[in-house]
């Protein structure tokens, strides 16, 4: 007998929640971080050295300094570049707290530039109409693991003499114009939080080639102290140090850095496979009519952090937050990045208004992040494929007098 498929269900049905993202970890990873364990260091020794030095060798970059964590490593970057009250940054509403947080870590102005609405990037145009005789420095944020149009953006901070600074906590093995992401900003920030390419548990870091830049980011790390002879303005004896500046103790454990350098190891294949699932769901998801799939800059090469479809309204019976709630009851574990920051209500307090951003306000509306990291199966790929097909057929509509 033939039976007719019940399309209301996919094809794969899962039992336990996919997340959105989940760190790799292996043997490896584990004989590095109990080799560190059994040895005399556990902070601050040898392995915050290599783990430094192979951040800068991959991206290209003189030096890197090791952070507790990405928003510690901002909060340096934010330091270092000399921001202070009165200051204004500008940065993107589409991100983590954190990209903006740091600014206000330091007594400076968050200023909010608009997204482009095909890239969800900060639009290069948009920073430039919030340039004020006030502004001191860029913060801009490879949204995805889509860099930034960072050629444009440096050419306007050489311009204009601003400091700019990369979150790059997307971006780790991404590339703009064919050169590696942390070659391109004054600073580069990474971060190691699980969901992220790589991983130490908790972490971040700086690259740069500035070399006041650089020693700025190593004082604020330890307290604003140091012992290097050629810094002090006197020198007591063996055990002088002295505090120079206000530091904090942002410093990242030896257990982590040897984490990071066996993870670093596996970054070009994780970010082969992250690519590879991508192009899966372009593929897929393309041919869905009022879906939108992310729009790639040409110049860009995305190590693809997060995937994020947009479902148009006109498109669907349900909105967003109904369709949302509907993949997570097949247990897609999807999710929405972000919030426009602004509109968070420590930010509201401050003064800041709705409507500042509107695309990155219709963009928020829309938006929704699939499950996407390396160790997913094929199955896993398709599970979400099928559950996403499943709830489209459920909600979309034909719109009337279009021939399809
Ligand atoms: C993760 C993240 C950060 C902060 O990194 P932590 O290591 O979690 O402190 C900053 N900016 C963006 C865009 C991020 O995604």
Redesign the pocket.
């Known amino acids: 007998m033939f039976e007719k498929p019940d399309l209301s269900l996919p094809k794969h049905v899962r039992t336990t929640m996919l997340p959105y993202g989940q760190q790799w970890l292996d043997e490896q990873d584990i004989e590095a971080v109990t080799k560190v364990l059994r040895g005399d260091f556990i902070t601050q020794g040898p392995a915050i050295i290599a783990f430094e030095t192979k951040i800068a060798n991959y991206v290209n970059a003189k030096y890197a300094v090791a952070f507790a964590?990405?928003?510690?490593a901002?909060h340096g970057a934010c330091f270092a570049a000399g921001i202070g009250e009165g200051d204004e940054v500008i940065t993107t509403p589409i991100?983590?707290l954190?990209?903006s947080n740091c600014v206000l870590y330091q007594g400076g102005t968050p200023v909010f530039a608009d997204i482009d609405m095909d890239t969800y990037n900060v639009d290069p145009e948009q920073i430039e109409s919030k340039i004020t005789c006030r502004t001191k420095a860029i913060i801009a944020?490879d949204f995805t693991g889509q860099p930034v149009e960072i050629d444009r953006i440096s050419m306007l901070a050489r311009d204009r003499d601003l400091i700019l600074i990369e979150?790059a906590?997307?971006s780790l093995g991404a590339s703009y114009a064919g050169r590696k992401i942390g070659a391109w900003a004054d600073m580069t920030m990474f971060?190691?939080?699980p969901v992220?390419h790589v991983t130490t548990g908790?972490?971040?870091v700086i690259v740069t080639d500035n070399e006041v830049f650089y020693r700025r980011l190593l004082l604020f790390r330890n307290h604003g102290m140091t012992k290097n002879p050629e810094e002090l303005t006197r020198n007591d004896g063996p055990w002088y140090y002295e505090m120079q500046e206000l530091g904090f103790n942002y410093r990242m454990t030896d257990m982590q850095a040897a984490l990071g350098v066996t993870q670093m190891d596996k970054l070009d294949f994780f970010v082969t496979r992250r690519r590879e699932i991508a192009a899966r769901y372009n593929e897929a998801f393309s041919k869905l009519e009022g879906l939108v799939i992310p729009g790639q800059q040409s110049r860009a090469e995305s190590s693809w952090h997060l995937y994020i479809l947009r479902w148009i309204p006109e498109h669907f019976s349900a909105g967003r937050d109904v369709i949302f709630n509907e993949l997570r009851s097949l247990n897609i574990g999807v999710h929405v990045h972000y919030i426009p920051v602004y509109l968070q209500p420590y930010y509201q307090r401050m003064g800041y208004r709705d409507g500042i951003c509107p695309n990155a306000e219709q963009y928020y509306r829309t938006a929704i992040t699939v499950p996407l990291f390396p160790k997913m199966t094929d199955q896993n790929v398709n599970e979400v494929v099928d559950a996403i097909e499943t709830v489209y057929r459920k909600y979309h509509m034909q719109i009337k007098g279009r021939l399809l």
């Not at 964590?69 to 510690?72: F, P, R, V």
Request: no cysteine.
């Open positions: 964590n990405g928003t510690a901002l991100t983590f954190a990209s944020v979150d906590a997307h971060s190691f939080h992220k908790e972490g971040g």
